[in-house]
């Protein structure tokens, strides 16, 4: 038998996206001024991004960067642990920890690789990860990179989760869980899974990448939202490229956890150091972050005004109450015009299809930004409306 041909394979697996209407495509943003984006020689109003504070492009946050790059130049030469690890590092470091209550955090270049180091630390065979069927991709990496059997069950569902627990009573056991969903934007079960993780003896691993800055009086995220402390919650991971508008991801927790991640987290020990001007710009993102609650005030003005709009409208949202506010389309070839339709209207909303979500609940994903106005949201809203959201999802 010929070798298959892998090259071949691509291209038409590439095909069969494209006949399925589920082909991404890159699109290249040439100028980016607060929500507004240029793409394709047009202004557009995005919906689209993960700044919910409206810091990426803080002149506070930008000034932290250039300054730090002054000082230490842009790269930081080597791993953590091989003479990377600049005080910039530190300082973030002890600056996370302190926000969210923990002993000790710990750096990493991505939240993707975040999540494989601390799975692939704690797990190995024999193991168990117990995984929410909506986590994202890299959490479900990691439990299969980290050789632990992956057991998932169905979204928010606390039972199903004792249940996959219970079938390995034996074995060591992860439960992991986003505590804000990426593609629907509710909030996990945060105390019930916490207490089945105490009762059960699972470590409970947090990922926060959009509960960080956004929920939580002074923005701890979804894990202080929910009361809970480091006890409950022994592996809070978040990330510093969504609401504070930056780049990379840490993990929190008690000083063992940290000191095992430092000598067994590949994804730590094996990589290049984030560039130290880039912890400099998350320190002073945390510290806006932090601090200036309007953006929370203003973020929750616009989401509230956001659901009465699209439910007098008649569209079908998602029980969110975060700034991930998506609109269930259903089929990917409505979603795909729909979207097509509200860039004609000058506004940017990609259409999230399978495999990023289930099949049948494509959805345009609009996520809201303290950078908005409610009158932008009016607008946006007129224009789904005049595109057809409503009622799309009934008639598949
Ligand atoms: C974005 C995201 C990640 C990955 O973080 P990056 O820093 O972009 O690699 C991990 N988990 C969740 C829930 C995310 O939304």
């Not at 996206?17 to 699109?27: F, N, S």
């Not at 999540?115 to 959490?139: R, Y």
């Amino acid at each position: 038998m010929p070798r298959p041909d892998l090259l071949n394979r691509l291209a038409q697996a590439h095909a069969d996206r494209a006949q399925a209407d589920l082909l991404r495509r890159l699109r290249t943003v040439r100028e980016a001024d607060g929500a507004w984006i240029a793409v394709d020689g047009r202004r557009l109003l995005s919906f689209a991004s993960n700044d919910y504070l409206g810091l990426a492009q803080h002149p506070r946050v930008t000034e932290a960067l250039v300054d730090a790059a002054q000082r230490w130049g842009v790269g930081a030469t080597a791993a953590h642990l091989l003479g990377g690890h600049r005080a910039e590092h530190e300082a973030l470091e002890h600056d996370l920890a302190h926000w969210l209550g923990r002993e000790r955090a710990l750096l990493f270049s991505t939240g993707y690789m975040a999540n494989l180091g601390v799975l692939g630390a704690l797990l190995g065979d024999g193991d168990v990860c117990v995984q929410d069927k909506l986590n994202h991709a890299c959490l479900i990496d990691g439990a299969r990179l980290s050789g632990a059997e992956l057991k998932r069950y169905p979204h928010n569902d606390v039972d199903g989760a004792r249940r996959q627990l219970d079938a390995a009573p034996d074995a060591g056991a992860v439960l992991a869980t986003d505590g804000v969903f990426s593609m629907d934007g509710d909030v996990a079960p945060l105390p019930e899974l916490a207490a089945l993780c105490r009762e059960r003896g699972a470590l409970l691993h947090v990922d926060d990448a959009h509960g960080l800055g956004v929920l939580g009086a002074d923005g701890a995220g979804s894990v202080a939202a929910a009361g809970l402390s480091a006890h409950d919650v022994p592996i809070h991971m978040a990330t510093l490229g969504k609401a504070l508008g930056v780049a990379g991801a840490f993990v929190a927790g008690s000083a063992a956890l940290i000191d095992g991640l430092v000598q067994f987290a590949r994804t730590h020990v094996y990589t290049t150091a984030m560039p130290p001007a880039l912890a400099a710009a998350a320190r002073a993102a945390i510290g806006l972050a932090r601090f200036e609650h309007w953006r929370r005030e203003r973020l929750a003005t616009l989401i509230a005004h956001f659901r009465h709009g699209a439910q007098r409208r008649g569209f079908v949202l998602l029980p969110s109450g975060t700034p991930i506010q998506p609109v269930l389309v259903g089929a990917s070839g409505d979603a795909l015009r729909l979207s097509r339709d509200l860039e004609a209207r000058g506004f940017y909303v990609p259409a999230i299809r399978p495999p990023t979500v289930p099949n049948g609940k494509a959805r345009l994903r609009v996520t809201l930004s303290a950078l908005h106005t409610e009158t932008d949201v009016e607008r946006l809203l007129d224009a789904l409306a005049l595109g057809g959201a409503q009622g799309m999802q009934n008639a598949h």
